[in-house]
Every structure is written in C-alpha cells, then in structure tokens.
C-alpha cells in the first residue's frame, strides 16, 4: 500500500531511499529551498496586492519585496536575513520500517544547511542567550510527528522569523465569547502594526487547548495560501476586519495588511474556547520532502526542487523588477 499523505504543503523534493543520508540530504535541500525562495501562491498573492494597491508608499515596497526576491531566487541566497528557527512537521506511515534515527538526520540537515546557505544562526539559550552556531538547541528545530496511513514519508520544513513570531498571541475565551474572535485577531494585528513586515498571512487555531491551538495556528501557515473568493466565510470576515485598518505594506499605509488567513479548528473542552494567532510575515515561506514508499511508482511526475518546484523565479517577479 502506498503512502497517504496529506496535500497541505506541496512537494518540493524526492526522498528516492530511505536512510539517515538521503533524509539528511533532503532537509539539506528543502531548507535550501525555502530560505531562498516563495512558492508561487504567495508571489501571486504580491502580485495582485500590488495591481490593486493605490497607496504609492505601498506600492514602492511591495515592488521591492517582488525584486527580492528575484533576486534571492537567483543568487541562491536567504530572501530575509531572519532565516528563522526551523520547525518541521514529519507524517510516518504506519506500515513503514525506520531503520535509522530520523530526528538525528533532520538535525544533521539542519546544521548542514546553515553552513552550506548560510544561514544565519539564530538558537539561543532562552536564559544566558548563548548562540549554539549551528540552529540546533535543546527543543530546536521544532519536530511534530504525525502518523498517517500507509509507508510514506513526509517532511514539511517552515522557518519562522521572530518579528512576526514576536507579534503572535493567544487567549482563552469563554465559550459565550464565539462573536469576539474577529475583534481579537484585528486588535492582535492593529498592536503589531508594521512590526511583523505586512502584509500577513494569519495561520488562526481555535479549539483544542491552550497548547493545541497554538499547534493548530502554526500548521495553517504551511497550507496552500488562497485567494479572498476561497476563503470560507469567517475566514473572509477576518481578512476584512484586518484589511480595513489600514496598516499597509510595510507599516506604511495601503489596501493590503493581510493577503489570506488559514483557520484550523480542533473540537475542544465544553468550558473553554483557546483561540491562538500565528502572525507570519509576507515572506510565506516552506517547502517538503517525500519518500513516496516501496511500491514499485514512478515519481517523477511530483514537482521537484530544482526542476518544476512551483515555485518563485525570475519570471514570476517580473512587476517588481519593472518598478
């Protein structure tokens, strides 16, 4: 039986066999991906907040962020130069056999790629804040395993930056409280204001528990990032209520705060209502591996990094470049 593995984060690379070398050679490469490129979703997104954008402030940098990242694609360098810490989202098929260590091979992947990129390095003690060099730490990079049928294997990388991870929040509401989510998602992002580099995408958990939410919240950030006509219809009220402050690209005014919002439900406790919200910067940025199983297919039809990765070139970027 092949694998089954979820469709939220597209695939960007192939996991041809399945030992630590190959997987560590994979994070190599998924990492490389998504600190030097946006998927195609996001740069359309840009795109089309700059066609409808008529503040000129705004306008002018969200020229900019379309020709950064040309450019990053290009050089094969770090679009931000937050390159984040790395938080992985790893599916394993109940019938598939690991003869390796997996979490050791993601982490010698990690440490890898920060010195091929570079990357910056960004881990610190939370207390004496001494740098480890390598953006491995204790708890870091942040891996959630899933198990799912089949004998696939996946793995989801989305590096997060800390000004937006800085201006995320959550609250517990009480159950009576359901018509105060919008309110509480605008306000979280009218106190961030140009702080986390609008316009957003807001990954929104609700349910769960306190933790699960902020769980839930972050996962929805690595989902395919969709236009305003696909959004459900709280989802849309929320983009509307976080559009109409104002705050623009950049801070500096504008149409655009927010290109999309992803919201992730979990049933949760009857007394308790946890809502989390994970800002994530216009910089929308992960990327995946596969290792499809032993089942005998060709896979040479799944976008590959490097080959048909959907992902941002020079072409897509060329508004920017006009600018």
Known sequence: MSGMISADCGVDDVIEELSFEAVSDA??????????????????????????????????????????IGIASSLKVPVCQDTGIFIFWV???????????????????????????????????????RN?????????????????????LKIVFAPKGAGSENMSALRMFMPTEIPEIVRFVAETVLRAGGKPCPPLVLGIGIGGS????????????TEPL???????????????????????????????????????KASCHTASLPVAVNIQCWADRHAA??????DGKDR??????????????GKDTEKGKEA
Do not use: H, W
């Open 210 to 221: 306190f933790d699960k939410s902020a769980r839930l919240a972050k996962k929805a950030l």
């Open 132 to 152: 480890s060099g390598n953006n491995l730490g204790d708890g870091l990079p942040d891996i959630n395993y899933e198990f799912v049928p089949g004998n696939s």
């Open 289 to 294: 591996a596969v290792y499809n199983g032993d």
């Open 27 to 68: 994070v190599v490469r998924i990492v490389t991906a998504a600190e030097t490129t946006i998927p195609d979703d996001a740069v359309r997104a840009l795109s089309s907040a700059l066609e409808n954008e008529t503040n000129e402030a705004a306008k002018a940098q969200l020229s900019a962020i379309l020709k950064n």
């Open 300 to 313: 040479s039809g799944l976008n590959v990094c490097g080959k048909d990765s959907g992902r941002a070139g």
């Open 91 to 129: 599916e394993i098929g109940r019938s598939l056999t690991l003869g390796f260590d997996l979490e050791g091979a993601i982490r010698d992947g990690c440490a890898r790629a920060t010195k091929s990129v570079p990357l910056r390095p960004n881990v610190v003690d939370p207390l004496t804040r």
């Open 226 to 264: 969709r236009t305003r006509d696909e959004l459900d219809p709280f989802e849309k009220e929320i983009l509307d209520a976080v559009n109409s402050l104002g705050i623009g690209c950049m801070g500096l005014g504008g149409n655009t705060t927010a290109l999309s919002v992803r919201v992730r």
